[in-house]
């Protein structure tokens, strides 16, 4: 055998063994062939059995060579199951396994196509993974555009058991079948995907061409695979879960992270002797230091603030109860105010383990507290609200100087009684305080009998401060007649208004008890140079506010002064003379608009 062996290329084992000693068999029966024909011309009669006897063993090794053929099919389709039963289990991702898996159902059945279809939450089955068929065939619905008996693949859903025909056309129980009809089927296989008896997927492979490609053999060898490849789809989609899983759970986390860090109030957890566990950035950022593994209280120099923190400690490790406190601690960049919040810490157990701290630096929120207070001498209560995120900070800003005056105050003056005189003058100037609020001017200071306004600072930014000014001083010359019909006659006094836009700059001025919010520049100075050419009831105008007024108030040039000063000859004058008809503001609405359409057009000088 050694020697016959050697005879027979490498590696063609049992099946190259068979096909070798057939083909000897058959040299030996071609050559007892020509032994007998050239006995027969010598006359002399061979044995015929011995040549049906090498016929006989020549269709032996013929039904051995085909069994060593199928034989040898098998042992390559299990060698290729070993070795993607190995791939499919270390594969992590189901797309990887589905691949691999429907590769060694294509290489093992040698079919033409192959599909494999898995059970939904809803237990409806879609197809996954395809192969051997055009992109297509590949679309859409895994219905119409597939070439697939769907029949065929729920029956193997539905009964758990696997289906093989050799000619599905001409098959009797599935002839029938549209799909099997109208895709002109053949050889069809098709197996389950088992996990604990629960069918969770279908295999199927089909050849629409060649009848009879799948032997029975080929089902048992597919049902084998497909309990492995079962497994390790499961395994695979229980993994993604997990990671999907993971991913949530460290997104949250990452949120969490990140909400903890972007709290601007500082968060700290400290143990019973003081030392800090964990902290946010913003507690870091208040102390200005790192906190992590030092005690607390070390880092606050401040004897006060310290003294009111150590309290503060000690009550919630005693009590075991919240407790919130202030203090002012000094830092090396100032004052700052503090509010904490303490409480214990605790966990499932309900055991306190430390002490946990809020901590809002304040000091920002009590300084424009203060400033507000300030602020509000100068802003009606309406404007206010608006002011919490102004500065009154110095700026150089483009505004317009409302100025107005009481004429004739000073020799009305002389007939009062103190009393009676400060109730008539508080009256008037009253009226013009209520004017320039009412259009959220500032009111800037009084003198004497004179009152000055101003729009478009940086604590009421107006767009249209000139048009607001102009209609404010209408408005106080309509209020001032309505002021005079309940009057006593010998009261009755009138307003002379002068208004000014340019640039000027605004902030607070003066010393440490006592302060003013104002503006420095000639803009202040130049209305009350108009205010001086208005008669009694007259509005004056420069032409620097004329420019953005007119094309909703009507005006006229004044040409002959009649109080010029030196010094002032380059300002042009206008009288105002009433609002125009239908003229649109941005700051008033329809209803009021009719009625201002009704204000004076007269003037009285």
Same mark, same amino acid.
């Given at each position: 055998?050694?020697?016959?062996?050697?005879? %027979?290329? $490498?590696?063609?084992?049992?099946?190259?063994?068979?096909?070798?000693?057939?083909?000897?068999?058959?040299?030996?029966?071609?050559?007892?062939?020509?032994?007998?024909?050239?006995? *027969?011309?010598?006359?002399?009669?061979?044995?015929?059995?011995? +040549?049906?006897?090498?016929?006989?063993?020549?269709? #032996?090794?013929?039904? +051995?060579?085909?069994?060593?053929?199928?034989? #040898?099919?098998?042992?390559?389709? @299990?060698?290729?199951?070993?070795?993607?039963?190995?791939?499919?289990?270390?594969?992590?991702?189901?797309?990887?396994?589905?691949?691999?898996?429907?590769?060694?159902?294509?290489?093992?059945?040698? /079919?033409?196509?192959?599909?494999?279809?898995?059970?939904?939450? &809803?237990?409806?089955?879609?197809?996954?993974? /395809?192969?051997?068929?055009?992109?297509?065939?590949?679309?859409?619905?895994?219905?119409?555009?597939?070439?697939?008996?769907?029949?065929?693949?729920?029956?193997?859903?539905?009964?758990?058991? $696997?289906?093989?025909?050799?000619?599905?056309?001409?098959?009797?129980?599935?002839?029938?079948?549209?799909?099997?009809?109208?895709?002109? +089927?053949?050889?069809?296989?098709?197996?389950?995907?088992?996990?604990?008896?629960?069918?969770?997927?279908?295999?199927?492979? &089909?050849?629409?061409? %060649?009848?009879? @490609?799948? =032997?029975?053999?080929?089902?048992?060898?597919?049902?084998?695979?497909?309990?492995?490849?079962?497994?390790?789809?499961?395994?695979?989609?229980?993994?993604?879960?997990?990671? #999907?899983? +993971?991913?949530?759970?460290?997104?949250?986390?990452?949120?969490?992270?990140?909400?903890?860090?972007?709290? /601007?109030?500082? %968060?700290?957890?400290?143990?019973?002797?003081?030392?800090?566990?964990?902290?946010?950035?913003?507690?870091?950022?208040?102390?200005?230091?790192?906190?992590?593994?030092?005690?607390?209280?070390?880092?606050?120099?401040?004897? !006060?603030?310290?003294?009111?923190?150590?309290?503060?400690?000690?009550?919630?490790?005693?009590?075991?109860?919240?407790?919130?406190?202030?203090?002012?601690?000094?830092? $090396?960049?100032?004052?700052?105010?503090?509010?904490?919040? /303490?409480?214990?810490?605790?966990?499932?157990?309900?055991?306190?383990?430390?002490?946990?701290?809020?901590?809002?630096?304040?000091?920002?929120?009590?300084?424009?507290?203060?400033?507000?207070?300030?602020?509000?001498?100068?802003?009606?209560?309406?404007?206010?609200?608006?002011?919490?995120?102004?500065?009154?900070?110095?700026?150089?800003?483009?505004?317009?100087?409302?100025?107005?005056?009481?004429?004739?105050?000073?020799?009305?003056?002389?007939?009062?009684? $103190? *009393?009676?005189?400060?109730?008539?003058?508080?009256?008037?100037?009253?009226?013009?305080?209520?004017?320039?609020?009412?259009?959220?001017?500032?009111?800037?200071?009084?003198?004497?009998?004179?009152?000055?306004?101003?729009?478009?600072?940086?604590?009421?930014?107006?767009?249209?401060?000139?048009?607001?000014?102009?209609?404010?001083?209408?408005?106080?010359?309509?209020?001032?007649?309505?002021?005079?019909?309940?009057?006593?006659?010998?009261? =009755?006094?009138?307003?002379?208004?002068?208004?000014?836009?340019?640039?000027?700059?605004?902030?607070?001025?003066?010393?440490?008890?006592?302060?003013?919010?104002?503006? %420095?520049?000639?803009?202040?100075?130049?209305?009350?140079?108009?205010?001086?050419?208005?008669?009694?009831?007259?509005?004056?105008?420069? !032409?620097?506010?004329?420019?953005?007024?007119?094309?909703?108030?009507?005006?006229?040039?004044?040409?002959?002064?009649?109080?010029?000063?030196?010094?002032?000859?380059?300002?042009?004058?206008?009288?105002?003379?009433?609002?125009?008809?239908?003229?649109?503001?941005?700051?008033?609405?329809?209803?009021? =608009?009719?009625?201002?359409?009704?204000?004076?057009?007269?003037?009285?000088?």
């Amino acid at each position: 055998m050694t020697d016959l062996q050697t005879q %027979i290329l $490498p590696g063609a084992g049992a099946a190259g063994l068979v096909r070798h000693m057939r083909q000897r068999v058959l040299d030996a029966a071609q050559a007892l062939r020509s032994q007998a024909e050239m006995l *027969q011309q010598r006359r002399v009669t061979l044995n015929p059995e011995s +040549l049906e006897a090498l016929l006989t063993l020549k269709a #032996q090794f013929d039904q +051995l060579e085909s069994a060593a053929s199928n034989a #040898q099919a098998d042992l390559n389709a @299990l060698r290729a199951l070993a070795k993607t039963a190995a791939l499919i289990n270390s594969s992590l991702r189901t797309d990887d396994v589905l691949n691999q898996v429907i590769d060694t159902v294509l290489h093992i059945t040698r /079919a033409e196509r192959g599909y494999i279809m898995l059970r939904e939450d &809803d237990g409806t089955l879609t197809f996954r993974v /395809a192969r051997g068929i055009d992109l297509e065939e590949v679309r859409g619905d895994g219905s119409s555009g597939r070439v697939v008996s769907l029949s065929i693949v729920r029956q193997v859903a539905e009964t758990g058991k $696997p289906v093989l025909t050799d000619n599905a056309s001409a098959d009797a129980n599935y002839s029938g079948y549209l799909s099997v009809a109208g895709f002109q +089927l053949r050889s069809i296989l098709a197996v389950p995907l088992l996990l604990h008896d629960a069918v969770i997927g279908v295999v199927y492979a &089909d050849n629409r061409v %060649i009848s009879g @490609l799948f =032997r029975p053999s080929d089902v048992e060898l597919l049902m084998a695979f497909a309990g492995q490849a079962a497994v390790a789809i499961e395994n695979a989609r229980l993994i993604e879960a997990a990671q #999907q899983r +993971l991913a949530e759970a460290t997104a949250i986390r990452d949120r969490m992270d990140n909400l903890f860090t972007s709290i /601007a109030s500082g %968060i700290i957890t400290l143990n019973f002797d003081g030392q800090v566990t964990v902290c946010n950035a913003g507690a870091e950022r208040i102390l200005g230091c790192e906190l992590i593994g030092r005690t607390l209280l070390d880092l606050i120099s401040d004897q !006060g603030a310290q003294t009111v923190l150590a309290a503060a400690l000690a009550s919630v490790q005693q009590t075991m109860q919240p407790i919130s406190v202030e203090c002012r601690p000094r830092l $090396p960049d100032g004052e700052r105010f503090w509010r904490v919040n /303490a409480a214990p810490l605790r966990f499932e157990s309900d055991q306190a383990l430390g002490i946990a701290l809020v901590l809002d630096d304040l000091t920002e929120k009590v300084q424009r507290e203060s400033q507000l207070k300030e602020v509000q001498r100068y802003l009606p209560t309406g404007l206010l609200k608006k002011a919490r995120d102004l500065d009154t900070g110095a700026q150089e800003r483009l505004i317009t100087v409302i100025f107005c005056d009481v004429r004739g105050f000073t020799t009305f003056s002389e007939r009062l009684q $103190p *009393q009676a005189l400060m109730t008539v003058i508080n009256r008037y100037l009253g009226l013009a305080s209520d004017a320039i609020n009412f259009l959220e001017g500032v009111v800037d200071k009084y003198m004497g009998d004179a009152v000055m306004g101003m729009f478009n600072t940086q604590l009421n930014p107006q767009e249209d401060h000139a048009q607001r000014a102009v209609q404010a001083a209408l408005q106080l010359i309509s209020d001032l007649r309505a002021q005079h019909e309940v009057m006593p006659e010998d009261q =009755r006094l009138f307003y002379g208004i002068g208004i000014h836009t340019g640039p000027a700059v605004l902030g607070v001025v003066g010393g440490r008890t006592r302060k003013e919010f104002t503006a %420095i520049g000639e803009a202040s100075d130049i209305a009350k140079y108009l205010q001086e050419q208005a008669g009694k009831g007259e509005i004056v105008i420069s !032409g620097a506010t004329y420019e953005l007024v007119q094309s909703v108030y009507e005006c006229e040039p004044m040409i002959d002064l009649p109080r010029p000063k030196p010094g002032y000859e380059h300002i042009t004058c206008y009288r105002v003379l009433r609002r125009r008809k239908g003229a649109i503001s941005s700051f008033i609405d329809d209803e009021l =608009r009719a009625l201002l359409d009704d204000s004076p057009t007269d003037s009285k000088r």
